[in-house]
């Protein structure tokens, strides 16, 4: 009896061992970052002219690789809060915009040599916003809403300048299908509250609802600080009873970013031996 009591007791220090020596850790990477640039509107509901003038936002982004398979899935969130002040031609009307994107996905990665990736998958997301127009008595302002199912896909390269770690990536997604909001032409928000709320929710195709948000980013890190500076490219484009909108931005992208690791309660996870799989880096 107490040799099967001594043979179990191995066993399981043995597979406690395997576990620890096997384990692996998936860092979150989240970032915090600042954009500042330009924007370029016209929305056909408020207004005929199209307005120009500045782009701002805040953005948080949290990428961990998956549990079920953390070398080849990718999980990302990203938030982000926007605010746009626009002007018309002649300077004389000011047209005011803030946007709430939230999005979830997940990518597959494709390891290369010399330290190549790639990503493809998908996302999910909903868009919630509105453009002010006060010289507009009757209709002054025009909500937005959607919800999509996007393609998401990403290039990455990791490398070095110098004796600094670096991290370059490009990054794209465009809706496929899914649903935004739209009232009728010339349709007054007040008839909306009063009850009729007919075709206000329209199929979104890339036909009738198209967005293209690029993302270039560049990581160096110092240590367990990482600044992150890129670029971002926003597009978007919708049509539904006559109203246009077009929504163009340009902005510059400086931020920190940090990887840290949760720690483990289990007494069989050894952190030191444990393999490191960053969703990024």
Known sequence: MKKLLSKLLLGVCLLLGIQAATAQERPVLSAYTLE??????AETYLSPLKY????????????????????????????????????????????????LD?????????????????????????????????????????AKGSWTINAS???????????????????????????????????????????NHSNLVRGAWPGNFFRLDNLATLDLRFGATILRLGYRCGVMSS?????????????????IASEWLALSASPSTNTREAKIISALY
């Open 239 to 255: 049509k539904a009873s006559d109203i246009v909108t077009r929504r163009i931005t340009h902005t510059a992208v400086i931020g």
């Open 102 to 142: 939230l999005r979830w996905g997940m990518m597959r990665r494709f390891n290369f040599s010399g330290g190549w990736s790639v990503m493809a998958g998908g996302s999910t997301g909903i868009d919630l916003g509105v453009l002010y127009n006060a010289r507009n008595s009757n209709n002054p302002a025009a």
């Open 36 to 41: 500042i640039g330009s924007a370029h509107i």
């Open 153 to 195: 896909g990403a290039a990455v390269y990791n490398g070095k300048i110098g004796r600094i770690p670096i991290c370059a990536r490009y990054m794209a997604e465009l809706p496929l299908t899914g649903i935004f909001f739209s009232p009728e032409y010339g349709e007054l928000y007040y008839e909306i509250y009063l009850g």
């Open 52 to 99: 120009s003038g500045q782009a701002f936002a805040l953005n948080y982004e949290r990428m961990q690789a998956m549990r079920f398979n953390p070398e080849r899935w990718v999980m990302r969130l990203n938030g982000r809060l926007g605010c746009e002040h626009t002007e018309n031609p002649a300077r004389n009307a000011t047209m005011w915009g803030l946007d």
